[in-house]
């Protein structure tokens, strides 16, 4: 009796985290964001794609900026760092995990946007965070962020 509730519980909770709808990323006009900007500053996104919440793995990614924790970023969110400071800096998955030794060093110049894509592969206790510097070109065709065509 107590494995039929327990099964019964487990597919309401199944149905009501599967309802949930897909978060809806909007097109922004990058370029009229940045114009608006008077203080020089560099932008970083951090981001993780779009993953069913029913398979997305619990764990956070740690993201570290030059061995301070900035933000644990989740399952399926985007994380915008304006950073207003120029030269070089290191961005890493935490410094202090010794199973985790990813470091991407950069070389930030004011008025620059970077992307990062974080995920996580599964593995037996949790899995392990990684992340990849991708192109500007990339990062905004996977975040959604498109240009406004020039009107003629």
Not at 48 to 76: G, Q
Not at 93 to 117: A, C, H, M
Request: charged share 20%; net charge positive.
């Amino acid at each position: 009796m107590k494995f039929y509730v327990f099964i019964f519980v487990m597919l309401l909770f199944a149905n009501s985290v599967s309802a949930q709808k897909k978060p809806v990323v909007l097109a922004a006009d990058v370029d009229s964001i940045q114009q608006k900007d008077t203080v020089p500053h560099v932008t970083l996104y951090f981001y993780r794609t779009y993953i069913n919440p029913m398979v997305a793995p619990i764990k956070k990614v740690p993201i570290y900026l030059n061995d301070t924790l900035c933000y644990k970023l989740k399952a399926n969110a985007l994380v915008a760092l304006t950073i207003h400071k120029e030269g070089p800096m290191v961005v890493s998955l935490d410094p202090k995990d010794t199973s985790v030794k990813q470091t991407i060093p950069i070389n930030t110049k004011y008025g620059e946007t970077y992307y990062f894509r974080c995920w996580i592969v599964p593995g037996l206790w949790g899995g392990k965070p990684i992340m990849a510097n991708e192109k500007p070109e990339v990062g905004r065709a996977q975040l959604g962020l498109v240009n406004k065509p020039a009107d003629n």
